[in-house]
C-alpha cells in the first residue's frame, strides 16, 4: 500500500512540474522579427512556422518592442498565450504592423506596452480575437491605413481603446470596449468612409465614440454605448456622418455635436436614461429623426444650430 502511495504522488508531483514548465514565459531581451523573407529571428524565439502561418508557442516578456513583422500576406495565431511589456511609459509596441498588408493577427493576448498593436500606412489587414490590456493605446491606425478590418477583440484598461487618424474604409466591429480611461473608439484628423458597428462600448470616463477634427463620411451603427461621457460625439467639423441603430443609454450626454458638425444624419437610436438626450452646439443642418428619446432628463438641447427634427409626412419625427 506505501508502494502504491508512493508511485501516486510522484506521479502528481511529476504532473504538476510539467504543467508548470509549460507555461514558462520566455524572457525576449531583444524584439522578435518575423522578417521580409519570412524567417524568425532571433531563431529562439517561441514561433513555429508553418508556410505562411506563423504560431506563438509560449508567452513572452519583452522590454523592448515584442514583435516586429516585415512580411505580408501572413496569418500570426497566438494561441491564446500572452506577449507582456514593461510599461505604457516605456515607449514600446507589442505588434508592429508599419507597412504591411494582408495580415491577420488573432487570439493574442497584450499586456504593458505603449502600443499594443500598431498600424502604420497599412491596408487589407485583419486583427480578431485579441485581448488588449493597460496600454497607452490597445490598437492605433494611422497614416492612411485603409480597408482594415479589427473586430472582436477585448479592449480595457488602457488609456484609449481604439485610435484612428487619417484612416479611410476601416471596419471596427463587434469588439468589447472597457473601462479605458480615456476614449474607446477615437477618430481623428480626417478620418472618412470607416464603418463603426456592433461594438460594445462601455465605461469611459470620456468618449464612448468621438468623430474629430474632419471625420467625414463615417457611418456608426448597431453599437451598444453606456456610461460614457458623452457616448457619442462628433466635434470640429465632422460633417456628413450617419448614426444609426445604437442603443445609447447612461451617461452625461447621448449624443453631442459641437463646433460645426453639420449634415449629419442621426436616426434609429434608442436613446434612454441619460442627463441630455442629445446636445447640439454651433452645429447646424443636422437631420435628427426617428429616434426614441426615453427618460432623460433633458431630451434635448440645442445652442446657436438649426437642424431638421422631421423628416416629414408619413414617415414622421421622434418618440419623445
Known sequence: MNRKLAIIFVAIFISQLISILGTQRVMASQTIYIKADGSVYPTTAPIQQDGNIYILTADITSDSDGIIIE??????????????????????????????????????????????????????????????????????????????????????????????????????????????????????????????????????????????????????????????????????????NTIYGNQIRNSDCGVSLYHSSKNNSIFENEITNNTIGISLSESSNNSIYHNNFINNSNQAYSYNSINKWDYGYPSGGNYW
Not at 505604457?88 to 488573432?106: D, H, K, S
Not at 469611459?204 to 456608426?220: E, F, Q
Open 71 to 240: 512580411r505580408d500576406n501572413i496569418r500570426f495565431d497566438g494561441v491564446g498565450y500572452m506577449l507582456q511589456g514593461t510599461g505604457a511609459q516605456n515607449y514600446f509596441m507589442g505588434i508592429n504592423l508599419a507597412g504591411r498588408n494582408n495580415v491577420t493577427i488573432e487570439r493574442i493576448g497584450i499586456e504593458a506596452f505603449w502600443i499594443g498593436i500598431n498600424l502604420d500606412s497599412t491596408s487589407h489587414n485583419i486583427i480578431c480575437d485579441n485581448e488588449l490590456t493597460n496600454c497607452s493605446w490597445g490598437i492605433n491606425l494611422y497614416g492612411f491605413s485603409n480597408n482594415n478590418t479589427i473586430c472582436d477583440n477585448n479592449i480595457a484598461y488602457n488609456k484609449y481603446g481604439i485610435m484612428l487618424q487619417d484612416c479611410y474604409a476601416d471596419t471596427i466591429s463587434g469588439n468589447n470596449i472597457t473601462e479605458n480611461y480615456w476614449y474607446g473608439i477615437a477618430s481623428y484628423y480626417n478620418c472618412s468612409n470607416n464603418i463603426i458597428s456592433g461594438n460594445i462600448v462601455t465605461k469611459h470616463n470620456y468618449d464612448g465614440i468621438r468623430l474629430l477634427r474632419g471625420s467625414n463620411n463615417n457611418v456608426v451603427f448597431r453599437n451598444i454605448l453606456t456610461d460614457n461621457n458623452p457616448n457619442i460625439r462628433l466635434d470640429f467639423s465632422s460633417n456628413y
